[in-house]
């Protein structure tokens, strides 16, 4: 009996509750606002239907962290649901029966249409954007988010897949929770590899060792890493250490590595720069095809032999790689790598002129191998060839052009590659009025840096000066297409080109270029030193070349001296021709006729010794 009375009273309560609920919010029952938690539509019946908790008449239970109040009659229940503490769109408070809910079910990202939850705050009746989102979509199962051994596992299949970028991010997340583990740093440091992001894959794999000192992949995988970044001696060690040996094909790569570099070595020695960037890039294909100072290597190689674009190119890509605690302990030539990197960009600096990035660079490179011979010999020689370029200059400043020479020489003594004290000197000797030695200067900066606008600017005046109208002529052309607004430079090419065409009419024995092959037959023929005997000397060249552009200035000195005999010029580039007809491989090359046919073949490049074949073929033939 009190059971029935205690039951009727809750019923009593519960709905009293519920019509003060109604009036607060002043909704209408078909109010779209109004949710039914018992209609087939609600989305909260599921939930409540998988519910096996049961209790007496009177009892509370707890529903997806909702008060839920039930009773039984006549084999089906009544469910209703409180929610505490909302403001709802009146503006009033629901107060009343709350009980802390002893779990939530429903995350921040679960909101459910039409329901106010726990705390939530519905401004105006407006309804929150549904947004589901499971676990199951970023690939990995829920109850392994916090597990490390699964996310490990997940990454793994991942990773077999060739989805290297996730692989990654779960490894990462195996490392937040559990960063101890070497295991995941050895696995993390495998995507890294399939990243092509090898120097912080080498960084993984050592800490991986540094976590468990006995875990032979992470020696393998770090001896394979060292062996690409060509640091055979490193690679060697881990991939030898603890006993194990590494496959036939790894062998083979560490070997032909070390053959390579070996040889690389010994031509830097011998200055043999061909040589040694034909090895630096064999070492480089075998195996070593990250190796910051292989491509340091290459680039002081192609430095020496004047391809300056080339050099910029692979020291750019050397400085790229951030040296590992591995890699700052190998050496190349003697020197720590590292420093080598900037060893050779120092030397890069100083030709392009840029001495103060070039004493920034090398004074680094002491810094960081202060034990190197070379590196301090190069710290010592550049500051004394940057005193002698200030000293030259405050010469030149003062108008004292006799001494700026001696200093600018001086400095070239020190370093005869930079470009820079060739082309202040090719100046000093402008305004002195020696045009040869101006010449020869601005040919030497030019030899060392093609591209040397101003060094070309001289050169190409020094011939007006000289009255080599066809040289002035060509150096005029490429300064009118560098700089086509230059008024100078637009008038000294139409000046040259007039005293070019009178030159000719005049026949004063300037050499001529030629370009048509039956033109260059009848040139090779026409020239006489008497009425049967004819002579002509053939400079073979291409006008891009610096070498040969050099080698242009004494052919014209040999062309006014040897009157008798015809000098002629073919650009090999323009006239594939006559470079075929002739059989010319190679340029700057030399070809001396008499009576049509060829005499002397060489390609040594003197103005002595050309001279001399001159004379003893033509002039008083032995």
């Not at 008449?57 to 962290?65: F, N, Q």
């Not at 490392?175 to 440091?189: E, Q, T, V």
């Not at 030259?392 to 052009?401: A, P, R, T, V």
């Not at 008038?491 to 005293?499: D, K, P």
Request: hydrophobic letters at 35%.
């Amino acid at each position: 009996m009190s059971g029935s009375k205690k039951k009727s009273d809750s019923e009593k309560g519960s709905s009293s509750l519920a019509d003060q609920m109604k009036n607060s919010m002043r909704f209408e029952e078909d109010d779209p606002r109004v949710l039914r938690l018992g209609s087939p539509v609600s989305t909260l019946r599921s939930r409540m239907s998988s519910s096996n908790t049961r209790s007496t008449s009177g009892s509370s239970a707890s529903v997806s962290g909702r008060n839920v109040s039930s009773s039984t009659s006549s084999g089906s229940r009544k469910i209703k649901i409180v929610p505490a503490g909302n403001i709802c769109p009146s503006g009033n408070v629901i107060t009343g029966m709350r009980c802390k809910p002893e779990r939530t079910v429903l995350n921040d990202n679960e909101m459910i249409p039409g329901m106010y939850g726990y705390g939530s705050i519905m401004p105006g009746g407006a309804m929150p954007k549904t947004r589901r989102a499971s676990p199951e979509s970023s690939g990995v199962a829920s109850s392994s988010k916090n597990n490390p051994e699964e996310l490990n596992t997940q990454a793994n299949e991942i990773y077999k897949k060739g989805n290297f970028a996730e692989a990654l991010s779960l490894y990462d997340k195996a490392i937040a929770i559990s960063p101890g583990d070497g295991r995941f740093h050895c696995n993390r440091a495998a995507a890294l590899m399939g990243l092509k992001r090898i120097i912080e894959a080498v960084k993984e794999c050592e800490e991986a060792i540094r976590l468990s000192p006995t875990y032979v992949r992470a020696h393998q995988r770090l001896g394979s890493l060292l062996l690409c970044l060509g640091q055979v001696e490193n690679a060697r060690e881990h991939l030898f250490s603890l006993g194990q040996k590494p496959d036939q094909a790894t062998l083979q790569k560490l070997q032909a590595v070390a053959e390579h570099i070996s040889k690389c070595t010994d031509a830097r020695r011998l200055e043999d720069w061909t040589t040694m960037l034909k090895e630096a890039e064999a070492a480089t294909t075998s195996g070593a095809d990250a190796s910051p100072q292989l491509f340091a290597c290459q680039a002081e190689a192609h430095l020496k032999l004047h391809q300056l674009k080339d050099a910029e190119l692979w020291i750019y890509k050397a400085r790229m790689y951030e040296p590992s605690a591995t890699a700052c302990q190998s050496k190349i030539f003697g020197m720590l790598s590292e420093a080598y990197i900037f060893f050779v960009q120092a030397q890069i600096d100083s030709t392009l002129g840029k001495f103060d990035d070039a004493c920034t660079a090398i004074e680094r490179a002491a810094r960081i191998d202060p034990q190197s011979a070379e590196v301090t010999g190069k710290l010592k020689n550049m500051r004394l060839v940057g005193k002698t370029r200030t000293l030259g200059n405050e010469h030149f400043n003062s108008k004292k052009y006799a001494q700026a020479c001696t200093a600018y020489g001086e400095g070239l003594l020190l370093d005869s590659s930079n470009s820079v004290l060739y082309y202040n000197r090719a100046n000093c000797w402008f305004k002195l009025g020696e045009w040869e030695n101006s010449l020869a200067d601005s040919n030497h900066a030019l030899l060392i840096r093609p591209h040397y606008t101003k060094a070309l600017f001289r050169k190409a005046a020094s011939n007006i000066k000289l009255e080599r109208w066809a040289d002035a002529v060509r150096d005029y052309e490429i300064l009118r297409q560098e700089l086509p607004i230059n008024e100078e430079v637009a008038e000294n090419l139409s000046h040259a080109r007039v005293e070019l065409k009178k030159s000719r009419r005049e026949g004063d024995g300037k050499v001529e270029l030629v370009s048509d092959l039956e033109k260059f037959r009848a040139a090779i023929a026409s020239g006489r030193l008497s009425a049967s005997v004819s002579a002509s000397v053939v400079h073979f060249n291409e006008l891009s070349n610096p070498e040969c552009m050099w080698i242009s200035s004494f052919m014209d000195t040999l062309s006014a001296k040897y009157r008798s005999v015809i000098f002629l010029k073919v650009d090999v580039k323009q006239s594939p021709a006559i470079a075929t007809a002739e059989k010319i491989t190679v340029v700057p090359a030399f070809k001396l006729y008499k009576n049509g046919s060829r005499k002397v073949d060489t390609v040594t490049a003197t103005p002595g010794f050309l001279e001399l074949l001159i004379k003893n073929t033509f002039i008083d033939p032995i």
